[in-house]
């Protein structure tokens, strides 16, 4: 009987696990399902007014949400957050605003802003 010739497998590549959410300059990048999504860290006061009129009118928190979202990023964007499941959408809103409000602490220099 022949002797079997051993067998190397190299191994796998390390694959790079990226952040599901960061912040490179000014851009919010997203990690989603449908692939990275990319949105400038910067909101419209015309976008947040209308935000805003919703609350007052008495809109409930999913009306805002969606009026906010139809403000972020560019067609490409609305396109992917539109195809999102809503969890998963409400989850990239919540750390875009949670990036947004840092950057803005920091932009002001409140106590606390710095990024650690």
């Not at 300059?25 to 400038?40: A, C, H, K, M, N």
């Not at 809109?59 to 998963?88: C, H, P, T, W, Y």
Request: proline share 4%.
């Amino acid at each position: 009987m022949a002797a079997k010739k051993p067998t190397t497998k190299k191994p796998a590549a390390a694959k790079t696990e990226r952040p599901k959410y960061q912040t490179v300059d000014q851009t919010f990048i997203g990690q989603t399902s449908d692939g990275e999504l990319r949105v400038p860290l910067r909101l419209k006061t015309s976008v947040m007014r209308a935000a805003r009129k919703i609350g007052a009118e008495g809109g409930d928190d999913i009306d805002i949400l969606f009026q906010v979202l139809e403000g972020i990023g560019n067609a490409k964007a609305q396109e992917v957050l539109d195809n999102l499941d809503v969890l998963e959408a409400t989850e990239f809103a919540e750390a875009y605003f949670g990036a947004y409000e840092k950057m803005r602490k920091a932009s002001l220099g409140e106590p606390g802003s710095s990024s650690k």
